[in-house]
């Protein structure tokens, strides 16, 4: 029988795959290659971890007896990790592709292992797995869901069909990591039945006509798993060797579906990934979502190849969980600079951090970006910067409530999606207070669906929060009734306006009056901003934080944005400037555990460069004495 534990792993097996990739592994690298027993490996940013792992897979198919039979399982979290994977190992990807072997997504190794035969063995034939936009469409078609679907988004579930069957016991749950059926506190029980019944009775019908979505299909793996104690056993005989990557984004159940597998068996099982790159659980409260690896001082991947010395001084503590980093000596440093801006500079940023790329020669190499974590909708996004930044979209916002109401309607005859039929006259709402200069009496910001919804629920009377529920719930059953509804709808803005202490005005006057409807536009994708000086020219891209993890850039551009508070100023710059006491401290905050990440991605693309963003009035006293005393760092202000 093979053992993986007692592969010997040569010095010419090294330079085999040194020979295969071009360059020479360090003795970090080395190390894990030469690992074949359960571990969990911590690797920082640019330390070549997908290419360690295509090492270790390349030297292992050279080494495997062609008389094996079992198959060796490698799971990442998306399909863009599982085509770098595919990439780095070049003519070995066949080998893992193809049976026995399963290199893929866990959602594939979900699907194709347990929901798919757990549906079988209940059908005797085969789900459809969807997205949840094409689930929603699919509950939407029953006309007897209607009268529910109006009541359950008037309390605050805006679309059925985000609701799931859970992972505990199968019920229709908010979430599949839920354990209880969905409910609504102040309905009477008996209503809430009534129509927590209609709901599932709908679910459990599409379920047995195939349809289940990609989060209910861990749902059905763990009940196959409960009604199968031994497959996990069975798991681990047909895959004795197990690798996940980028273990830092698995989801609460994703991780729990690798313990339940793996945890116990035979199974080596070797976990790949960055704590401090955790950044798709940014939203989530649940502490369950981190990895906590078992670190193993031997087996961690510390140097890093893509950042220059200087700015890993820099950027290694600004992260959760503090880890060893050096990175390559640059003989002519650039420091990290903050550029400070005011309300009348703030689109001027983009343009000195171009200059900045051309006086400092890094405008004709790699890839130069500025991201941000929020897009729009937020007080500070970062269209904020660049007003004509856009992923691409379709506009709808229109110049008169005839064409919103318009759009209203043909939604209603696509679908009975109450959320986006309810996010338009929520908009419709905006746009007069907008148009009446009523502003967020919080923020000083105009309203926007959300912000105007939250706002009303945070007041002590909820009278106008309950009015306007009730009103949308009623416009919604009669949305052919253009007419009346524009009416309606005049009537409760006039009043909303009067209620913030807001006047109507003539540009409102015009947005009621004018009957000519407008198209929806498609809007094209603009993300790369065109910068020149002196006759040199430099492409600055625009991105998300989320959007360029995994990407190397010569500098990156890190701007301020805003979710609850201003990330750069109300936190990493206040975690920068902590002690190292104040540091601990602020680790173990949420507020700060959900940001660092995000700044840690976003400062850990460059290799030669980076920079932030801040307001001036968000640059404080203490940070002043911090930035302007510390050789590390440079300030511009514009």
């Known amino acids: ?141 029953f006309k007897s869901l209607s009268g529910t679907s109006i009541f359950l988004s008037s309390k605050g579930i805006d679309e059925i069909g985000y609701l799931s069957y859970n992972k505990v016991n199968f019920e229709v749950s908010r979430t599949i990591n839920d354990d209880k059926p969905f409910f609504i506190n102040g309905i009477n029980p008996i209503k809430m039945e009534v129509h927590y019944q209609k709901v599932k009775s709908v679910k459990d019908k599409l379920y047995k006509d195939g349809f289940i979505k990609y989060d209910e299909a861990y749902s059905l793996a763990f009940k196959y798993l409960r009604d199968n104690r031994s497959l996990n056993e069975l798991f681990s005989k047909r895959f004795p060797l197990v690798f996940i990557d980028e273990m830092q984004d698995m989801e609460t159940h994703q991780t729990e579906l690798i313990s339940f597998l793996c945890d116990g068996t035979s199974a080596i099982v070797q976990k790949i990934g960055d704590k401090n790159q955790s950044i798709y659980n940014y939203t989530s409260s649940d502490s369950q979502n981190e990895w906590n690896p078992n670190i193993n001082l031997e087996l961690q991947l510390t140097q890093t190849t893509r950042i220059s010395e200087n700015i890993v001084e820099v950027v290694k503590n600004i992260c959760v969980a503090p880890q060893a980093m050096t990175g390559w000596e640059n003989k002519l440093p ?216 995994g990407e190397t850039h010569t500098a990156t551009l890190y701007l301020e944005t805003f979710n609850r508070i201003f990330d750069i100023s109300s936190k990493i710059l206040e975690f920068i400037i902590g002690t190292e006491k104040q540091q601990i401290k602020y680790r173990a905050n949420d507020a700060f555990r959900k940001r660092l990440p995000l700044a840690y991605v976003a400062m850990s693309r460059a290799t030669h460069f980076i920079c932030l963003a801040v307001h001036k009035e968000r640059y404080t006293e203490a940070h002043k004495e911090y930035f302007e005393s510390n050789n590390n760092w440079s300030i511009l202000r514009i």
């Open 1 to 141: 029988m093979f053992d993986f534990k007692n592969l010997d792993i040569t010095d010419e097996d090294i330079a085999f795959v040194e020979n295969y990739f071009g360059f020479e592994f360090n003795e970090g690298q080395k190390r894990i290659i030469r690992f074949w027993e359960n571990t969990d490996i911590q690797a920082c940013p640019g330390s070549g971890k997908t290419t360690t792992l295509a090492a270790k897979l390349i030297i292992l198919a050279n080494k495997l007896p062609k008389s094996y039979k079992q198959g060796i399982c490698i799971i990442t979290h998306t399909n863009v990790a599982v085509e770098e994977i595919k990439s780095k190992l070049g003519t070995y990807s066949s080998f893992y592709f193809n049976y026995p072997n399963h290199l893929g997504t866990i959602q594939s190794v979900v699907d194709k292992y347990f929901a798919i035969p757990a549906y079988k063995n209940e059908f005797k034939s085969s789900p459809t797995i969807i997205d949840a936009d094409s689930y929603c469409k699919e509950i939407n078609k």
């Open 334 to 549: 650039l420091k990290p600079t903050i550029i400070l801006f005011d309300d009348d500079s703030i689109l001027k940023v983009k343009d000195k951090f171009g200059e900045l790329l051309i006086e400092n020669n890094l405008h004709n190499v790699k890839s130069c970006k500025v991201v941000g974590a929020r897009l729009s909708e937020s007080r500070l996004n970062i269209n904020s910067y660049w007003n004509d930044f856009n992923r691409g979209y379709n506009k709808k916002d229109f110049s008169n409530i005839i064409s919103f109401l318009e759009n209203v309607k043909q939604l209603s005859l696509k679908s009975k999606n109450v959320k986006e039929l309810r996010k338009t006259l929520l908009a419709i709402f905006c746009k007069c207070l907008r148009l009446s200069k009523v502003r967020n009496p919080k923020t000083n910001f105009y309203f926007t669906p959300f912000s105007l919804c939250e706002h009303l629920n945070s007041l002590e009377d909820l009278s106008l929060s309950t009015t306007m529920n009730n009103r949308i719930l009623n416009w919604i059953t009669s949305i052919s009734e253009t007419e009346i509804l524009r009416k309606e709808i005049e009537s409760f803005v006039t009043d909303l306006i009067a209620y913030f202490g807001g006047e109507v005005n003539d540009e409102l006057n015009d947005f009621f009056a004018n009957g000519q409807i407008g198209l929806i536009t498609e809007k094209t994708e603009n993300k790369t901003y065109d910068f020149s000086l002196n006759g040199q020219r430099v492409k600055i891209h625009f991105d998300t934080i989320h959007g360029v993890k």
